[in-house]
């Protein structure tokens, strides 16, 4: 297996290498005249000091969790730990790094063309991408390495197996922080913005005479850039760990252990370099349609990917035949390859199910277009129905998704499955990474002054960068849905595990397990209780995160005033608004106001085990957490899905209106109209469901999920 | 047992003579001058129209199904869905011809004082508790007794269950028509009108030239009267059948079964005779406080209960030793005793929670109240944010009582306690039907043009109807929370059963379940299944439903701009508006409408068990449709709360507003300021949330249950 774990690290490495030369290639582009570049350089400065301080707070965060880890699970736990973290902070802040310098780069691109505007932006978003996938698998695949080869622990040893939770759980816990921090950072300032400027003022969005408008740049970068590529880190190490820990429980000791070890790695090497090779599909064709651009470089990435997952099925497992038994049925290199190419479906359904409920010219956001030509009331209340709709169909697919790979493969095959979806990570975060890159470049065109023309083309990049936000969002909580049960049976099989170990006899090993039953059935009031408690977590994480926006907003709104009022000259545009002020304000608010919401989902698992082991004891208490972690998902991905589809529709519903929305009367609604009013309410609603709220419940769900498999790890010690 | 049963009865009657008793107390109190009685007339007459037109479509379906249900299930069982459907509507019926008759009269009252508007408001309100509390119990009580009695079934045989479950089934059926009609109907009337009237034409709320003001009034009659009526029969009713249905599962046999049998009964005959002393409590002090005055009625009702549980648990159970053995742990009168004062004080906790939630005066409505201050959009994010943190309270009550209840009397403990939770429905519809009553007072004393201090002691009585509609829906949705363990359980003992009989050798019933394997662990993908696939229920139906409000609104909007472009004389006031067009289009709007989403609930188990056993077979079919029913709990229980809290709190923020909001800079914002308005976008939002999506999520939930047990019972056939 040495060769194919070299071969994945090489995979891994490839995807570095074309980060670094994509990097290369945007910055060789031409940076725009003097204006632009002192625009840029204020975003610039603005997101860095941002992350800076972003990181310096979760790093004291970091610490005393390294320090624990270290004492209660070992170093090799505690260096996974540090290895997730820190890898994970790097893609976000590399990523942030190209995307505040692209920026500037695709407004001057967009002077020359559509198309020049649109490959600077993809570039900097296919850097994101690639680093995100490649310093995950890179990561995992390493250390894995390093634990198995050099340090020679056995791949079934628990340290290694909790080294690799460990390593998953560094990763989340970046990622809840940025995801929340990031959302509250863009949302605050988006929002705040938006009612001071567009609605108190009348200036447009991004006009320089708003004091809040470099923050809104800022936020872009550090909510949509770094935020959710912490985010989609985080997901694909926990998904390619968990699948690992479940080859790890059901084929220690058969003859393909190693492979099957190896084979979620492998799957993720593969779709590595499909997805480079994708990247170079996008190119805008004749008809101008950005969309499809970036849909030749999915769908090239998809079918390659067949291929690619052939392949790494053929070589690590050796055929499509038997390789495996796991709870007693038998397991086949096909049914595995089946399990894949559902991964792949799943994505590509997913994809579209998206596009279908957040794109322009489709059904739900026409009717919430059409709903805001009676007021401001009614647009809401289509948002809302089309959030809670939009929930049907990814439910669906997941659920199809599940019973199919189930029944090919049992729950090892539904994790393949999740481990392929989220081998094109590369490709999906590319398609949203680009988006902040372009909201900048439409950003600095207003600021800078640049024609109108330049404008329009980063406008047309930014509506498709809506919903491919959403898209990514839809993907990253729908990946969850799929790998609920795998993340579950990690627990459940890592608690039996160490139940039957303490219950052998003479054994002194995990005696906090002696003696304990577990009961997940639906009919242990335990279970409902847990299943309830988690339930509660997406809701109130939810309700916190709003307020948190709904706060923030409200600071920049006093503070924009404040400086109206102060400097009389800004409106006139005789004087220079304090753009520092703002960022700096919404730095020490987002960052002040991510931590207590970032421990409820850490601390949850950790309390709700605690109370129940006082009152029904040891056995309620495992069952409670454990269906504490099914309630999370159960309403998670609900909560997830419509906020981040409703909010992504809500968008694009005011965005029909900047070309004259045509009701379904034939009456024309221009841009300034009511029912552009009425719509400009509803994306303001949905700014924080979509970029706030939505997206770090994705995070929540995986942070309740891996410290339950700490907190089993430590009662284990 | 039988003179316990023959009391029971008297209680039930009781119930009914006091409300024929209080009926005549308010028809002969004065009816105003003709112009009030005109206007209460048109109402009427609306009101009266829909609900035949309504109950002529239920009745369509209701045929089809009790035919289907005497085929397959016998007639006892069809005459046990026919009792149900008919008593719920007749509850309805009767407390909205009260109803419609009281407002007029509530609207003259209040020109004498605020105290004698309260009287009549709330003996009109009482009527429809007594008649929901008192036919339920009295359907079960006269019907049981039937059975066992008369057609000499033994308690525990088939017959007497399913015949119990179809009389909760046809509740069901009737509460969930009733919820979405009525609620599609009044929300549609309430946002359009108000979309039109205040927003378009700028004339007030119930002011005489909008022709949608009729169709308003006759809404909160359909809706918030005859469909609340109906939905808390419905929970009253599965709760006590539900209660038996366990009591039957655990104590077969036993010495004392025919007395736990009728325990659930009892102590609802206990705490119906303890409703009606405790109305006699609600009086207005001298401070003014129409909260004070409710809560002197609900306190004086609650603490008159925990006698009254004492009598019922002395006199039926014979006393607090051991009453019976359930699952092998001994339940004794003390602690069924106990149980029962968890349900009181869960009652309690959740007016309190909701109150703190929806009331003006505190925290959450005042943050929307000055989130309005910068906008629509940051008061609809505010209110958002309230609805998702105000589901975290009752949760962790609902659970705190689940685990409490549960160590001390099993799981039998919790359905005691969900059904004294239950037992004071009487009291607590009480409080709610008084709702509608004094809204419509103050349309008729806006029409008629009655003196402003008229309106002002209508608005004061609607306020606090905002939060007691509140309260109710936020405790009929917690009993649902607390009963789910207990449908569950009927769900899995029943089936259990089956299988055990299918199983026996030699047998020749139940041959349908012979061999069948039931797991409704965790790690089941089956579950999962069902989880997730419950889950997405309250998310579409609430979608559907929104939807359906926005159309219906839409369609009025179309309406009254129509009639205003057709006869200019009606803004002048020289025109009478076509009322009765209005009120025609939104019955026809509402009852098509009502339909699909209805079904959704009916069909969902049925449809998963066949799709599964297609699959997977009959166990994994079994186990999918059993987690189905935790699943719909777990996402509706949050849905529900949160719409239906979200709703009451942004309608008070907005009334907040109406006396002048003064903001936390000190600034005072009158009614027809900007924040006003924006308090008004949230209020519209709130409508069909509170009132049509979120109410109509309990019925969704009970339905799905009921229609499980049922197909359980058929395919026992």
Known sequence: MTEILWGIIACGALAILYAVFTIQTVMKADAGNARMQEIAGAIREGAQAYLNRQYQTIGVVGVVIFALTWVLLGLPVAVGFLVGAVLSGLAGYIGMHVSVRANVRTAQAATVSLGRGLDIAFKAGAVTGMLVAGLALLGVAIYYYILTEILAYAPSDRTVIDALVALGFGASLISIFARLGGGIFTKGADVGGDLV???????????????????????????????????LFETYAV?????????????AGQANFSALMVYPLAICAACI?????????????????????????VIASGVLSIAGLWAATHYVLGGFGEVGVANGVSITGQGLFLCGLVGLALTGL???????????????VRSISQSSVTGHGTNVIQGLAVSLEATALPTIAIVAGILFTYNIAGLFGTAIATTTMLGLAGMIVALDAFGPVTDNAGGIAEMAGLPKEVRRSTDALDAVGNTTKAVTKGYAIGSAGLGALVLFAAYNYDLQYFIAKANEPGSTVYQFFRGVEINFGLDNPYVVVGLLLGGLIPYLFGGIAM????????????????????????????????YARAVDLLTKSAIKEMVI???????????????????????AAFSAVGAMLLGVIVTGLFVAISMTSGGGAWDNAKKAFEDGFVDKDGVK????????????TGDTVGDPYKDTAGPAVNPAIKITNIVALLLLAVLAH
């Not at 998904?239 to 084929?251: E, H, N, Q, R, S």
């Not at 990247?279 to 849909?295: C, E, P, R, W």
């Not at 609604?669 to 400009?680: R, T």
């Open 197 to 231: 400027g567009k609605v108190e003022a009348g200036i447009p969005e991004d006009d320089p005479r708003n004091p809040a408008t470099i923050a809104d740049n800022v936020g872009d970068n550090v909510g949509d850039c770094a935020g959710m590529a912490a985010d």
């Open 239 to 251: 998904t390619v760990v968990a699948t690992m820990v479940l080859a790890a429980i059901f084929f």
């Open 273 to 297: 370099v499909t997805s480079i090779v994708g990247t170079y599909f996008v190119k805008l064709g004749a008809n101008n349609s950005i969309m499809g651009a970036l849909y030749k470089g």
């Open 350 to 364: 997913i994809v579209w199910i998206t596009e279908y409920y957040t794109g322009i010219g489709y059904r739900p």
């Open 547 to 578: 307020t948190a926006v709904g706060r923030a907003a409200g600071s920049i709104v006093e503070e924009v005033r404040r400086q109206f009022k102060a400097k009389p000259g800004i409106m006139k545009g005789t004087e220079r608004p304090d």
């Open 597 to 619: 919401p970032s421990l409820l989902p850490v601390l949850s698992p950790i309390v709700l085990f605690f109370v129940v082991d006082a009152i029904g004891g040891r056995g």
């Open 669 to 680: 609604h221009e841009k300034g109209s009511e029912a552009h009013k009425a719509s400009v």
